[in-house]
Structure formats: C-alpha cells, structure tokens
C-alpha cells in the first residue's frame, strides 16, 4: 500500500482521496449486521431524499412495468430485494464521491458502476454455496474492485484514456508500465483510506491476479469468476451453453466454488439476471 501512495505523491501533487459519504458508511454497518432488516436500510436511505428518489426512480422505471407507482421507500427495498438496493445505494453513493470532477468521462463512470452492480449481483448467485461471511467480504470487494480506475482517469486524464484505448478491458500490465501503478492497487489504497474491512481490501489488491490472495482463495476467486462471466455474458451471451468447451482454469475456478459448468449453463436465466438488471439501472439513471 505505501508503494501505491509513494508512486501517486511522485507522480504529481494532488492526487486526491474522496471522502467516502458517511451515509455509505452507515449503509455497510447495517447490512453486515446479520440482525439488519429492510426497515434498518431504509432508515438509513430516507437519510439522503435524493437516495430515496433514486431509489423510487428505479423501482418505477418501465421496465418493472408496475401497474401502480410505488411511493413508500421500504416498498421498493422488498419488490428490488435487499442486495439490489444495497449494490445500487452503494454504488450511487461511491459515484457521487467521484461525480462532477473535472476530466473525468462519463461513460467510464457509467461502464464501472455497471460492472460493479453485475460482478455484486453475481457473487450472490455464484457464492450460494459458501458461508455468508465469505460472500459477504466478496460482494464488498466486486462492488468495489475498480473505484481505482476512477481515480486514475481523473489524476491522469488523458494519459489513462489512451492507455485503456488500447485494448477492450483494463490491462493491468500496461498500467503498471505506463504509469507506475494499476487500479488494482490504487482501489485498495482508496478502500484503506475509508478504513472498509482488511478482508475486503486484500480481495481488491489482487482480483486480477487471485493466486497472490493469502486468505481462503475462494473469497477471490469468487469475485475473479463474477468478473469473467459478466465479461462472457455482456460480450458473447452465446457462449454459455453445454456445447462450450470453457478452458481448464475456468473449471477449476468453478469447481473450488461448488460449481460444475452444467451446473452454471443450467443457471443460466439466473445468472443473466444481475448482468442485465445492471444494463437496466445504469441506463435508468443516465438517460
Ligand atoms: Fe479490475
């Protein structure tokens, strides 16, 4: 961590940590409380009226195709489902630390939030089959693995978008080379500096390279595996079937899950549904 924060002093003065909003806080204390209840989250959103609309906003959106508009806000938290709300209050939230900073494009604000929301409602699907704890640390971590990259294109701007021009998906590699730092690194700074658990930040440090995790490598593997099928689903839909020969890593990742590759295409419907449901609240809320 003190070689991320060395590098980006040297690299020019200001480099600015947000402030995390003490209301997103408040949203994590609650929801790591396994006492919590829909009731506790929504008296913390009714906090912030612009979360409560936001909120409304969602839930109303034609895609629901409600018949009757929903106004009451506990309402909304049942009908979208608790992790929902939370990916998107959380997701908002950490936006709105990043919102409005100059040289920061919006499409990169949008195409994070989005993988942040899909990679989140994944892990709940994906990681059924470990104990909640782990999930829980998991779910954190893909709702946040790639704050760093915000906070790159902002310090560096123009250099950052031309580097991530090269290639479809962020490479790491190249960030490391070109500017003495990756974002994997830079959101497990950030993730420090807003005191999230160790647990959660040492999952961020290394979610593109899983094998240097020193916890349970599930907890990492899960986010790594969130992240490649959002990949898969997002780019070639098609290719989640039995037909599929996916390579032996990739089994071997699902099989450390609980999870065989029948069993994922058997899932399929419900797997498609965090990825879409994300495509659905980005473009609600950016429209
Ligand atoms: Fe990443």
Same mark, same amino acid.
């Given at each position: 961590?003190?070689?991320?924060?060395?590098?980006?002093?040297?690299?020019?003065?200001?480099?600015?940590?947000?402030?995390?909003?003490?209301?997103?806080?408040?949203?994590?204390?609650?929801?790591?409380?396994?006492?919590?209840?829909?009731?506790?989250?929504?008296?913390?959103?009714?906090?912030?009226?612009?979360?409560?609309?936001?909120?409304?906003?969602?839930?109303?959106?034609?895609?629901?195709?409600?018949?009757?508009?929903?106004?009451?806000?506990?309402?909304?938290?049942?009908?979208?489902?608790?992790?929902?709300?939370?990916?998107?209050?959380?997701?908002?939230?950490?936006?709105?630390?990043?919102?409005?900073?100059?040289?920061?494009?919006?499409?990169?604000?949008?195409?994070?939030?989005?993988?942040?929301?899909?990679?989140?409602?994944?892990?709940?699907?994906?990681?059924?089959?470990?104990?909640?704890?782990?999930?829980?640390?998991?779910?954190?971590?893909?709702?946040?693995?790639?704050?760093?990259?915000?906070?790159?294109?902002?310090?560096?701007?123009?250099?950052?978008?031309?580097?991530?021009?090269?290639?479809?998906?962020?490479?790491?590699?190249?960030?490391?080379?070109?500017?003495?730092?990756?974002?994997?690194?830079?959101?497990?700074?950030?993730?420090?500096?807003?005191?999230?658990?160790?647990?959660?930040?040492?999952?961020?440090?290394?979610?593109?390279?899983?094998?240097?995790?020193?916890?349970?490598?599930?907890?990492?593997? %899960? *986010? !790594?595996?969130?992240?490649?099928?959002? @990949?898969? $689903? =997002? #780019?070639?839909?098609?290719?989640?079937?039995?037909? /599929? &020969?996916?390579?032996?890593?990739?089994?071997?990742?699902?099989?450390?899950?609980?999870?065989?590759?029948?069993? %994922? *295409? !058997?899932?399929?419907?419900?797997?498609? @549904?965090? $990825? =879409? #449901?994300?495509?659905?609240?980005?473009?609600?809320? /950016? &429209?």
């Amino acid at each position: 961590m003190t070689a991320v924060q060395d590098t980006l002093r040297a690299t020019s003065a200001g480099f600015e940590v947000p402030a995390l909003p003490d209301l997103l806080r408040r949203v994590l204390d609650v929801t790591s409380d396994p006492r919590s209840s829909s009731r506790d989250l929504e008296r913390v959103i009714r906090e912030d009226p612009g979360l409560v609309i936001e909120l409304l906003r969602t839930v109303n959106s034609t895609r629901y195709g409600l018949r009757t508009p929903i106004s009451a806000a506990n309402h909304a938290i049942v009908l979208l489902g608790i992790p929902v709300v939370v990916s998107l209050v959380s997701g908002l939230l950490l936006l709105n630390a990043f919102r409005n900073q100059p040289g920061l494009d919006p499409n990169r604000l949008c195409a994070v939030w989005r993988n942040a929301l899909a990679c989140s409602g994944l892990v709940n699907v994906l990681g059924r089959r470990l104990p909640a704890r782990q999930r829980d640390h998991a779910f954190l971590a893909a709702l946040t693995q790639n704050v760093g990259q915000l906070a790159l294109a902002r310090h560096f701007q123009e250099r950052y978008d031309a580097l991530h021009r090269c290639g479809p998906f962020p490479a790491i590699v190249a960030e490391r080379r070109r500017l003495g730092v990756d974002h994997a690194g830079v959101s497990a700074y950030l993730l420090d500096q807003w005191r999230f658990p160790r647990e959660v930040i040492a999952i961020v440090e290394v979610h593109h390279e899983p094998e240097r995790y020193g916890g349970d490598p599930r907890e990492v593997l %899960l *986010v !790594a595996v969130a992240d490649g099928i959002d @990949r898969v $689903v =997002t #780019e070639r839909p098609e290719s989640l079937t039995l037909a /599929t &020969r996916p390579p032996a890593r990739c089994l071997e990742r699902l099989a450390s899950l609980g999870w065989t590759w029948s069993d %994922l *295409v !058997a899932e399929r419907e419900e797997l498609l @549904r965090p $990825v =879409t #449901e994300a495509s659905r609240l980005v473009h609600a809320h /950016t &429209r």
